[in-house]
């Protein structure tokens, strides 16, 4: 088999027609035949092209609705018959089969119309089933045939042709088959996934997974470790979908904290007020509320000034000039945002390594999502933890009733320890963060980090007392144990929200008024590993 091969014969169906002309312009200067079928063949006619319809090859007229047109010998055999074989080359010529050297086809727009919300029967319309019965036949006959499913391989095809003297070669041929059994799968899982959705099949017997390449990255977590970033295609406003106006590029570990800043301040609605979440190493360092952006902020980043430092901030409003510029004082990593005036612009562009995302919305924290963990042999998949409770829903457990402005911060410390690793505790008072404690094996260990980062900022901002002190406490799961609520009670906790369910709850609520503590029950937990 010779490395090089000639294109003498192309075959384009293409639904996304961008480049159309431009790609079958240049074949057809090269002295290419074109084949083709509906509304591609007419976009090439109608630009003045030479091109023979598929009907024409096979001899039978498209038909049922488009379904049927190029499931036939005479397309398959051209793209599967082996140039090299003597067998192959005299059943073509047996059959009239003409070869087809050259295969671009993208698929029917199926993702985009699950995502344009259709019904179920127009959703099954735009499954393809021509289009990837031809590709993965070309992709097969890679040794031959070249096969194009990515508009942005069109440029590279052609500089291909130009290089060669209009022949491709074979490392070449076979990086557009890995691209094109990429795609079929992709688009396979799609389908699968739709329909496993649609059927409310919560563990299918067999899961697809698929993503496409938004980044090839420096390295991983670690400068040892290969890493890339890949998009889902659900279009989940956040880092995936972003655009960086400025700084460098982003490292697996930018990716990943950015996604859990983004992730957490989408929690508070911009249209109750601007909130601001400042992460580290995927866990919050300070979240606050404020009546003004930068006044979120500053109470975000006076919780944890030390952790700050080399942070992620996320907002969930637009930057404005104000918060920028207080922002900039520092040195911070990531910066996400809806949006950023252009004075806000200005004032980070002089900070040429600090990167701005802007997304043009938040996401839906409660917009059911599909998490997939891997672990050895296998993967973990479960529904992304959407889980919220209104005040209504919660229990008072004490004999005392927290106050209107305790039931606030509690809600809101309920909502940060939903985004802090496991074992969580956060200490929240007036609309911010003044002490989280995550990760740790025992939830006392935790109780007491808080603390210890509570009293830090007292130190850092050189106040008379902890701010723990009459601070409402989150437990993102129950107290096995009274001593984790008595530690944070010690620190100065006076309200606590906690999803109950323990074997001792008893002993807990006992704890808790013996110490004139008001808690709340939520019946629902955040585990976060």
Known sequence: MSDLHPIRRALISVS??????????????????????????????????AVKDVSEVTGFPEMMGGRVKTLHPKVHGGLLALRDSDDHVAAMAEHGIGAIDLLVVNLYPFEATVAAGADYDTCI???????????????????????????????????????????T?????????????????????????WMATALEQQAPRRRAFAGEIKQ???????????????????????????????????????INDTDAAFELVAEFDPAEGPAVAIIKHANPCGVAVGTTLVEAYQKAFDCDRTSAFGGIVALNQPLDAKTASKIVEIFTEVVIAPGASDEAKEIFAAKKNLRLL?????????????????????????????????????KVVTKVAPS????????????????????????????????????????LDSANVAAAKAQRMADELGLEESP?????????????????????????????????GSMRDEEVIKAADEAGLAMVFTGIRHFRH
């Not at 019965?133 to 499913?149: D, S």
């Not at 002190?469 to 096995?480: L, M, R």
């Open 125 to 167: 319309e735009n499954i393809d089933i021509g289009g990837p019965a031809m590709i993965r036949a070309a992709a097969k006959n890679h040794g031959f045939v070249n096969v194009v499913v990515d508009v942005e391989d069109y440029d590279a095809l052609l500089a291909e042709l130009e290089a060669n003297d209009g022949q």
């Open 358 to 394: 802007l997304t043009e919305g938040l996401p839906d924290p409660r917009a059911p999502i599909t998490a997939y963990k891997q672990v050895a042999g296998g993967v973990l998949v479960q529904d992304k933890d959407v889980g919220s409770v209104s005040a209504d829903e919660l």
């Open 468 to 500: 723990a002190k009459g601070s409402a406490v989150a437990s993102d799961a129950f107290f096995p144990f009274a001593d984790g609520l008595l530690e944070a009670a010690a620190a100065g906790g006076t309200c606590v929200i906690q999803p109950g």
């Open 169 to 193: 070669s074979y490392g070449f041929r076979q990086k557009l088959a890995q691209t094109a059994y990429a795609r079929t799968g992709a688009y396979d899982a799609a389908v699968s996934n």
């Open 404 to 443: 209107a402005e305790q039931m606030a911060d509690l809600q809101f410390a309920w909502k940060v320890a939903k985004h802090v690793k496991s074992n969580a505790i956060v200490y929240v008072k007036d609309g911010a963060t003044v002490g989280v404690g995550a990760g740790q094996m025992s939830r």
């Open 16 to 49: 996304d027609k961008t480049g159309l002309i431009e790609l079958a312009t240049a074949l057809s200067e090269r002295g290419v035949e074109l084949l083709s079928t509906g509304g591609s063949a007419k976009a090439m006619r109608d630009a003045g092209l």
């Open 216 to 254: 090839t990255l420096r390295y991983g977590e670690n400068s040892h470790q290969t890493a890339a970033f890949y998009t889902d295609g659900s279009g989940r406003p956040g880092v995936a979908t972003a655009v960086q106006l400025q700084g460098k590029e982003l490292s697996y570990n930018n």
